[in-house]
């Protein structure tokens, strides 16, 4: 039987599942192959219908798992997914700036990625959605980082959450392309974003890959049992799941110019 929203958040409600997924660039497209194994599995014994945001309690992301991890979210299947990133991947990484221009050496300071493809391909992904609709499925939790304060920002869709509604904090308006930009806004590659984060302050964020949190698998078992977050789910092997999807990594053999 699947969940509803507050099934998912609530901590009485039963085990919970989290689901967590590595940053790592156009290397997410390996991530997608393991979440269709994943998902086929499932399928299996709970009908070709059944979802991952079904099964997960939270989901959550960092750069390009944060795009994974929201799509997820708000009930696509992976194979709607993988159509999806495969074109993003296409348009994000398709159009370089130009490196150098003796009369314009400021360019080099600049994004290597032209970061408007990126914009217009997450807002035709996620549309007016935003971390409070209730098109989000299950919990959420987009990971990014804070570029002037230099800290790890967990940005969830908990009701509860401390800056979800409040007078410091309006989480619930942040649009989900918005927050899934912030969290892959890789430095040199594509310009900070900025976002409002209440109380009269605009933070700029960049990848939360640049972060301890490229892995963000301990941020989210932090955000789900710690008394500072809203979700206080109980910790225990019986009682919380924590599936890691990673985006995989090279091996380079050293050559010997001799032979």
């Known amino acids: 039987m699947?969940?509803?929203?507050?099934?998912?958040?609530?901590?009485?409600?039963?085990?919970?599942?989290?689901?967590?997924?590595?940053g790592g660039g156009i290397r997410g497209a390996l991530t997608l192959g393991y979440l269709k194994k994943i998902e086929t599995i499932l399928r299996e014994k709970h009908g070709n219908d059944y979802l991952l945001?079904?099964?997960?309690?939270?989901?959550?992301?960092?750069?390009?798992?944060?795009?994974?991890?929201?799509?997820l979210a708000v009930g696509k299947s992976v194979d709607e997914i993988v159509s999806l990133y495969?074109?993003?991947?296409?348009?994000?990484?398709g159009k370089k700036r130009s490196f150098w221009n003796p009369l314009e050496t400021w360019k080099f300071l600049k994004a290597g990625y032209d970061y408007k493809a990126l914009e217009q391909s997450l807002k035709n992904a996620f549309g007016e959605i935003t971390l409070g609709s209730d098109q989000i499925k299950t919990g959420l939790c987009i990971v990014a980082k804070r570029a002037?304060?230099?800290?790890?920002?967990?940005?969830?869709?908990?009701p509860k959450g401390k800056f979800y509604d409040t007078n410091i904090g309006k989480n619930k308006n942040i649009p989900l392309w918005q927050a899934v930009r912030a969290s892959s806004a890789a430095p040199t590659y594509f310009a900070p974003q900025?976002?409002?984060?209440?109380?009269?302050?605009?933070?700029?964020?960049?990848?939360?890959?640049?972060?301890?949190?490229?892995?963000p698998a301990l941020t989210l078992l932090m955000v789900a049992?710690?008394?500072?977050?809203p979700f206080k789910w109980d910790m225990g092997e019986d009682k919380l799941t924590v599936v890691s999807v990673g985006t995989g990594y090279s091996i380079f053999k050293k050559t010997n110019p001799r032979n």
Do not use: Y
């Open 53 to 71: 945001c079904d099964h997960f309690d939270l989901i959550g992301g960092t750069s390009t798992g944060s795009i994974i991890a929201g799509a």
């Open 86 to 93: 495969m074109d993003l991947g296409g348009k994000i990484f």
């Open 2 to 22: 699947k969940k509803t929203f507050q099934e998912h958040l609530d901590p009485n409600s039963g085990s919970k599942n989290i689901l967590s997924l590595d």
């Open 225 to 229: 049992t710690l008394k500072g977050f």
């Open 194 to 215: 900025m976002i409002d984060v209440g109380d009269g302050q605009r933070a700029a964020f960049v990848d939360g890959g640049v972060s301890m949190a490229n892995n």
């Open 148 to 158: 002037d304060t230099n800290s790890v920002w967990p940005i969830i869709n908990h």
